[in-house]
């Protein structure tokens, strides 16, 4: 119930309010003001996650780099094209860091999901994920996340710019996000099955160590 309150609450804070700020804002303040207005509940989301739990909240960040992308384009005078693919620009470097985090020996998600452990047990989790990730397959099962995730993201971005260029806006509008979700939601499905099954497969072979002896 705990994490379904919590997913609610993300989607209402960096998806529902900020349109609902930027509705309000744009007839009264522009563009450029309702874009600033439209910041608020996710930076403010953010500072709270910050000062309650010492975590940033991954989708706000991405939100506000996407606000603040926005800003800057209009800013500079830049084509309007950009403003459609701002969210893309940010999650396609993200893809890209978790590509290039493959060349070193602890890749992004390493770290994504000791930090998630250390969530859920403080005092005997960093012991026992540092046991875990000196297991080969666990050091494979990493990378091989990271890299679909870093092949996913940056394939988005790709997918929405290429569409930005080529769709009138209108069109782009009303298919791209959908798409984005569609790709997200798919990643999302597969690293749970993926998980569950490293799960299962080590249930088993502890219970076939346990039985030959």
Known sequence: MKKHLRVAMDLIVNLFLPWLAYTFAAPRYGEFGALIASSIPPLLWSLLELAWHRRIDALSILVLGGIGLSVLAMAL???ARLLLIRES????LI?????LSLLFKRPLVYFLARATVLRQNAEHGAAGFHAW????AAQRAIRGITAVWG???TGEALLRTW???HWEPQRFLAIAPTLGYVIAGAM???TFWFVRRLK???SLRTSSSADSE
């Open 163 to 165: 569409l930005a260029w």
């Open 89 to 92: 620009l940010i999650s396609g």
């Open 200 to 202: 299962t497969t080590a």
């Open 77 to 79: 005078g830049g084509d």
């Open 188 to 190: 999302c499905l597969w």
């Open 133 to 136: 990730w000196q297991i080969p």
């Open 151 to 153: 092949l996913g993201l």
């Open 95 to 99: 893809g890209v860091a978790f590509m």
